[in-house]
T-cell receptor, first 111, second 112 residues
């Protein structure tokens, strides 16, 4: 089967660094996405990884290891506004235009 | 730049009533279009996707249907709503290649 696993909840302190992990098992792989979703709002695109390694974009970085079926999203200098759900999604080439979605990790940033 | 619109933003409907949610995309041609539902505290469930006018793929057999009458218009419908149809309905678009999906603001539906 096809599966994406993420921790359900995480908490962190303002100004700190947090790493949100995502492991996936899919029959094919054509890229991994991270989205941010604030409560009551639509998901917004954060990052895309298709090759192994780290992609940095401001305070957010995303890492991918295809051989391990593993990714993480790293958030630095946490701010209160980073409190949100973070969704991991995999584009399985065999799935046409569809993405396989994780259930999301709810991050609470405390002062 | 591309923008995606959904309406209405919120909707309260009685059980058994019909439904029509509309989604339009501006600033791009021939997008892939998607309808998702997100129940409270749950993940995204893909309902339908479309790669072109009149081309609809259904992911979940249920009392919902979708249509794409124009290139940048995607409509989600139901003839008779069920209580279980309550949720947050999201429309998204992508362009072939990387398949990054961009979401509309969503419609919050409550069926009573």
């Amino acid at each position: 089967g096809q599966n994406i696993d993420q921790p359900t909840e995480m908490t962190a302190t303002e100004g700190a660094i947090v790493q949100i992990n995502c492991t996936y098992q899919t029959s094919g792989f054509n890229g991994l996405f991270w989205y941010q979703q604030h409560a009551g709002e639509a998901p917004t695109f954060l990052s895309y990884n298709v090759l192994d390694g780290l992609e940095e974009k401001g305070r957010f970085s995303s890492f991918l290891s295809r051989s391990k079926g593993y990714s993480y999203l790293l958030l630095k200098e946490l701010q209160m506004k980073d409190s949100a759900s973070y969704l991991c999604a995999v584009h399985n080439a065999g799935n046409n235009r569809k993405l396989i979605w994780g259930l999301g990790t709810s991050l609470a940033v405390n002062p | 730049s591309q923008t995606i619109h959904q309406w209405p933003a919120t909707l309260v409907q009685p059980v058994g009533s019909p439904l029509s949610l509309e989604c339009t995309v501006e600033g791009t041609s021939n997008p892939n279009l998607y309808w998702y539902r997100q129940a409270a505290g749950r993940g995204l469930q893909l309902l339908f996707y479309s790669v072109g006018i009149g081309q609809i793929s259904s992911e979940v057999p249920q009392n919902l249907s979708a249509s794409r009458p124009q290139d940048r218009q995607f409509i989600l419908s139901s003839k008779k709503l069920l209580l279980s149809d309550s949720g947050f309905y999201l429309c998204a678009w992508s362009i072939g290649g990387r398949e990054t999906q961009y979401f509309g603001p969503g419609t919050r539906l409550l069926v009573l």
